[in-house]
């Protein structure tokens, strides 16, 4: 498992199939396959919402 240092991946805007709104991802851990295990910091804009 890799914990992601803060500030080594860039911020990447979320896909608009999953949020309404403007929202960002900043990952956190991910893990090397087979596993599938993902973590990331999720930050919603004003009005910004699960699809």
Known sequence: MYNTP???V???RAPA???T???WQNPIVSAPAPA???A???IF???ARTA
């Open 6 to 8: 803060n500030g080594s």
């Open 10 to 12: 860039p911020t990447r």
């Open 17 to 19: 199939s999953a949020f």
């Open 21 to 23: 709104g403007t929202v």
């Open 36 to 38: 599938m295990l993902k």
């Open 40 to 42: 990331n910091l999720v």
């Open 45 to 47: 804009g004003p009005g």
